[in-house]
Each structure stands twice: as structure tokens, then as C-alpha cells.
């Protein structure tokens, strides 16, 4: 089993910047890549970016070039640096985690608000 636990949401202005973390804790050894989706109100939940443990990173064209994606394996938590914020980025944010055997393991979520 695995808990995600997230934190560093909040309310940014447009243009500015929030970071995400996500502690893993549990059969952390089991986890193949992490993730981070979004999900607004009355909308799917949608990939934001994703990294294995080689670091190789994916994103979603709307994010590409203002978010980074980290993982320090050593520490077991991952992160979401946002940058040039945007008010369409206003979402939960989930930390997701999908491990060997094929489970995935989501967190309770965090809120960001960007406000115009």
C-alpha cells in the first residue's frame, strides 16, 4: 500500500508561481511513475504532467513551458513547480502514484486558485 499526501496549494495572482509536493510513504519501492492530474469543477480529471524513475518527464500541451515536474526518489516525494500561473489552471491538483503490479494509488488533492 502506498498514501500520497499533498501539499503547497493555494491562492496565486496570474503570472505567479505555486510548488506542489507529494510525500509518498508505505511500499514506496513499488512505484513505477508519478503524476500529477488537475480536475476543475464540472470537468474530468486530466493529466498534468508525469515522470518515471529514470526521470523522464511527460506533460499536457496546456502546461508545457510554465511547469517542471521533479522527483527526489531519495526522499520518496515528488513535486510541481508552477510557473506563470494562469486563471484556467484553478483546479484540485492529485498526486498520483502507479506502481509495478499495475495499482494506482491517488491523494486526497490540493487546491490551487489563480486569481485574475
Known amino acids: 500500500q502506498v498514501l500520497l499526501v499533498e501539499s503547497g496549494g493555494g491562492l496565486a495572482q496570474a503570472g505567479g508561481s505555486l510548488r506542489l509536493s507529494c510525500a509518498a510513504s508505505g511500499s514506496t519501492s513499488v512505484i513505477k511513475h508519478m503524476g500529477w492530474y488537475r480536475q476543475s469543477p464540472g470537468k474530468q480529471r486530466e493529466l498534468v504532467a508525469t515522470?518515471?524513475?529514470?526521470?523522464?518527464?511527460n506533460y499536457a500541451d496546456s502546461v508545457k513551458g510554465r511547469f517542471t515536474i521533479s522527483r527526489d526518489n531519495a526522499k520518496d516525494t515528488l513535486y510541481l513547480q508552477m510557473s506563470s500561473l494562469k486563471p484556467e489552471d484553478t483546479a484540485v491538483y492529485f498526486c498520483?502514484?502507479?506502481?509495478?503490479?499495475?495499482?494506482?494509488?491517488w491523494g486526497q488533492g490540493t487546491q490551487v486558485t489563480v486569481s485574475s
Open positions: 498520483e502514484a502507479y506502481s509495478y503490479s499495475r495499482n494506482t494509488y
Open positions: 515522470i518515471n524513475r529514470s526521470g523522464t518527464t
